[in-house]
């Protein structure tokens, strides 16, 4: 059965970002997570982790669409 939930350090690995930016993207509130256990660690859906990815591909192409231009 797969797994539901992943911890950050496996987001961090996935998007090969630090653990800090990892983390940076869930206080943030891009991409949406559970803390869970007694010392509250954090879990990302693995869905939620697939649609964060599809949305910066968008966010991606619509930039290379305007020409790269900085927001």
Request: net charge negative; proline share 4%; charged share 30%.
């Amino acid at each position: 059965m797969p797994r539901k939930f992943v911890p950050l350090t496996e987001v961090s690995e996935v998007l090969g970002v630090s653990a800090a930016q990892a983390y940076a993207l869930v206080r943030s509130g891009e991409l949406p997570a559970i803390k869970v256990g007694g010392r509250g660690q954090w879990r990302v859906e693995v869905d939620e982790l697939d649609a964060y990815i599809e949305r910066m591909y968008a966010q991606t192409r619509e930039f290379v669409g305007r020409g790269g231009d900085e927001d």
